[in-house]
């Protein structure tokens, strides 16, 4: 999953973007609203993390005008302000959730996760994909009940191929939300990656769950009725 994060103050952009993909998501920094504006306009994110105090565009006049333009993100926004009548003004600009600095790292992965359901329309923490099961919240991954070890990314992928269960995902779709903004588009990397989940979730069970479409993309299922590899 995609994030872009808004934050003008360096350090407290890096450690909340190191935290995050740390958590397996991937994750692009602005530090100003038209810069948010620009990334939002032509990239696909699943979720926007908006801090108020910005120079220039502050985040309620950023959160007006991505939902003026019709973006539907969710948008978190995080903020030094605790008055209840900025709350009220942050949800009102169309901010899905709202967090006030200081706040505990763990509480705010919590919230990460909520919204990304609440986008999504998932409301399960446990994805289950024939007899493979990846729990998002705890990312363990299990199929016919033995554990699989996967890196960060490999999570990354499989996950957001199990959130779109079912569907054959494109090559860019992939690019977009597990991959950051560095991604190169000529690199072979998902190719990669998608060998590592095949050797990691397929190896050794009859039933393959990754299928690959020439010219098309991926898909993870558990029916088999279709010409892909």
């Known amino acids: ?7 003008d103050e360096p350090r407290a952009a890096r450690m909340l973007a190191k935290g995050l993909r740390e958590h397996t998501y991937a994750v692009d920094v602005a530090a100003d609203g038209e810069a948010a504006l620009h990334q939002l306009g032509v990239n696909d994110y699943d979720l926007l993390i908006l801090d108020i105090m910005l120079p220039g565009k502050d985040g309620f006049e950023t959160c007006r005008e991505l939902r003026a333009q019709g973006l539907t ?3 978190l926004m995080l ?11 942050g949800l009102d600009t169309g901010a899905d959730d709202y967090l006030t600095k200081p706040f505990d790292f763990y509480e705010f992965l919590a ?5 990304m359901r609440r986008g ?4 399960s923490d446990t994805i289950t994909v024939a007899d493979l099961e990846v729990e998002t919240r705890t990312r363990r991954v299990t199929r016919a009940g033995l554990h699989i070890e996967l890196t960060s990314k490999e999570f990354a992928l499989l996950e957001y191929l199990a959130r779109r269960a079912g569907e054959v995902i494109r090559r860019a779709e992939i690019a977009e939300h597990v991959w950051d ?3 190169d588009p000529f690199s072979n990397l998902i190719e990669v990656y998608i060998q590592r989940l095949r050797r990691k979730i ?3 069970h009859d039933l393959k769950l990754i299928r690959t479409f020439r010219g098309e993309g991926y898909r993870l299922a558990a029916a088999g009725q279709d010409s892909g590899e």
Request: proline share 3%; hydrophobic share 50%; no cysteine.
């Open 202 to 204: 397929d190896y050794g």
């Open 73 to 75: 993100v969710p948008v």
């Open 79 to 89: 903020t030094a302000r605790d008055a209840v009548k900025d709350r009220i003004t």
């Open 1 to 7: 999953m995609r994030i872009l994060l808004v934050e």
């Open 120 to 123: 999504q329309v998932f409301h």
């Open 181 to 183: 903004v560095d991604f």
């Open 111 to 115: 919230r990460v996760r909520a919204l």
